[in-house]
């Protein structure tokens, strides 16, 4: 039976291959395990093999886990990477470390304002809707630069990059486009707007080398290291 220890000394191969396939060195990608509708044990078992980020989708869950999992607290950076409602940034901004989920200034106002003066500033990327998908939340190639530059002077707030969830799409090629396009985009919006992110938050389990291949810094990845979830 795979063991959690198990799949990530695999996907840590497979990350090692997609950089080496990129030219880029190893160190330059970080994994950032997703532990939504998985128990506090499976994020333990993840830490003791050495795993030190986490990401949580759903709010109340990453908090539960967060307080369950208080005594590791000092070595665990906890990522909000879910959708976050107005009502919620609070909690939000008390408990967690980075916010990949950013898509409307209302929120990001909130989470300067409500984060705690005794702690670093919250690390946040914004969402874009790189596929131009209808259903999905995330904000438009064209509203990123008002956004960007609203986000990056407010003072509880550090702007490190930009996330996206591409349309999936089962032929590797194709997979690496939107990924491309969310890197020129974060190119482009440093350069107009002399900004220095330099996080893209992209590639999951089923597109982990595509999103590598076009300079993905960090792969939020799930199922590849947990097993299948249960859908909710
Ligand atoms: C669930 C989720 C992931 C991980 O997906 P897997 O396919 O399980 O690797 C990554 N990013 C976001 C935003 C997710 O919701």
């Not at 990350?15 to 330059?28: D, F």
């Amino acid at each position: 039976m795979a063991t959690i220890a198990g799949n990530l000394y695999q996907l840590h191969h497979r990350m090692a291959e997609a950089c080496e396939a990129a030219s880029r060195p190893v160190q330059s990608v970080t994994l950032l395990v997703v532990s939504k509708t998985f128990p506090g044990d499976a994020v333990r078992e993840a830490h003791a093999a050495g795993e030190r980020r986490f990401g949580e989708n759903y709010v109340q869950e990453g908090l539960d886990k967060i307080a369950e999992l208080a005594d590791l607290r000092s070595s665990i950076e906890w990522h909000l990477i879910g959708p976050l409602q107005s009502n919620k940034t609070r909690v939000v901004a008390e408990a967690f470390d980075w916010v990949h989920s950013v898509d409307r200034l209302k929120i990001a106002e909130r989470l300067s304002e409500q984060r705690p003066a005794g702690l670093a500033p919250l690390q946040v990327c914004l969402q874009v809707n790189i596929s131009g998908e209808a259903s999905k939340s995330g904000i438009t190639p064209d509203e990123l630069p008002a956004l960007a530059r609203a986000v990056a002077a407010l003072p509880a707030l550090r702007l490190r990059g930009l996330m996206a969830i591409p349309e999936p799409a089962e032929d590797p090629e194709a997979q690496r486009l939107p990924h491309r396009a969310l890197a020129e985009l974060m190119a482009e919006t440093n350069r107009q707007l002399g900004l220095q992110m330099d996080t893209l938050s992209m590639g999951m389990s089923a597109d982990m080398e595509a999103a590598i291949l076009e300079g993905a810094t960090l792969v939020r990845v799930g199922s590849a290291i947990f097993g299948s979830r249960v859908k909710l």
